[in-house]
């Protein structure tokens, strides 16, 4: 079955950076863009970005622009998130989804399957 | 706050019938973007609920079902059950934000 599987817990100090990590299987993991989606504690759900695995391009939701940076590696089927200079509102659970439309166009993703969520806890 | 707008809360006895609305504008849903819903019960990650606006993935029953009108877009659910407690999320894509898929503020589900 189509799963996704992330690194696990991290804590981080201000100023450092962190780096998630996504493994796909069960399905032709180029064939899918994947995003990554984040939750503070209590909060709603924060798009952060997408990469297309087969060429590595990616686009980064404005806010993060500078800091976020995707890439995968197709040998193991993995996509890569780095978010770097941490401040204690980068604290969430960070999940990857595999972005799919079938018949619709790119823009009508939705995303499905979803990783299990890696929690960054940035605190000095 | 977020591009899409939904209630914080909503709430319905077993059995009932409750409606979680997603306000968009013309950037957005106006567009003729898709909508699309996600269920997140308490400590697990997101799950696909209605993609496409209205339709749903094997394994959803069909209690859940989602519509889309103008700028808006709702989910509704029927036969309430205590399971269905949890939150819910509406998303969809945005063109005036460079690639960005955007989301609800997220409904909170409470079966009382």
């Known amino acids: 079955q189509v799963k996704l599987v992330q690194s696990g817990a991290e804590v981080k100090k201000p100023g450092d950076s962190v780096k998630v990590s996504c493994k796909a299987s069960?399905?032709?993991?180029?064939?899918?863009?994947m995003h990554w989606v984040r939750q503070a504690p209590g909060q709603g759900l924060e798009w952060m970005g997408i990469?297309?695995?087969?060429?590595?391009?990616?686009g980064y939701a404005q806010k993060l622009q500078g800091r976020v940076t995707m890439t995968r590696d197709t040998s193991t089927s993995t996509v890569y998130m780095e978010l770097s200079s941490l401040r204690s509102e980068d604290t969430a659970v960070y999940y990857c989804?595999?972005?799919?439309?079938?018949?619709?166009?790119?823009?009508?993703?939705?995303?499905?399957?979803w990783g299990q969520g890696t929690l960054v806890t940035v605190s000095s | 706050q977020s591009v899409l707008t939904q209630p914080p809360s909503v709430s319905g006895a077993p059995g009932q019938r409750v409606t979680i609305s997603c306000t968009g504008s013309?950037?957005?849903?106006?567009?003729?973007?898709?909508v699309h819903w996600y269920q997140q019960l308490p400590g697990t990650a997101p799950k696909l609920l209605i993609y496409?606006?209205?339709n749903r993935p094997s394994g959803v029953p069909d209690r859940f079902s989602g519509s889309k009108s103008g700028t808006s877009a709702s989910l509704a659910i029927t036969g309430l059950q205590g399971e269905d407690e949890a939150d819910y999320y509406c998303?969809?894509?945005?063109?005036?934000?460079?690639?960005?898929?955007?989301f609800g503020g997220g409904t909170k589900l409470t079966v009382l």
């Open positions: 989804a595999r972005g799919y439309y079938g018949s619709r166009n790119y823009q009508n993703s939705w995303f499905d399957p």
């Open positions: 069960g399905y032709t993991f180029s064939s899918y863009y």
């Open positions: 990469i297309n695995p087969s060429s590595g391009a990616t």
């Open positions: 013309s950037s957005n849903i106006g567009a003729g973007y898709d």
């Open positions: 496409a606006n209205s």
């Open positions: 998303q969809s894509y945005d063109n005036s934000l460079s690639g960005s898929r955007v």
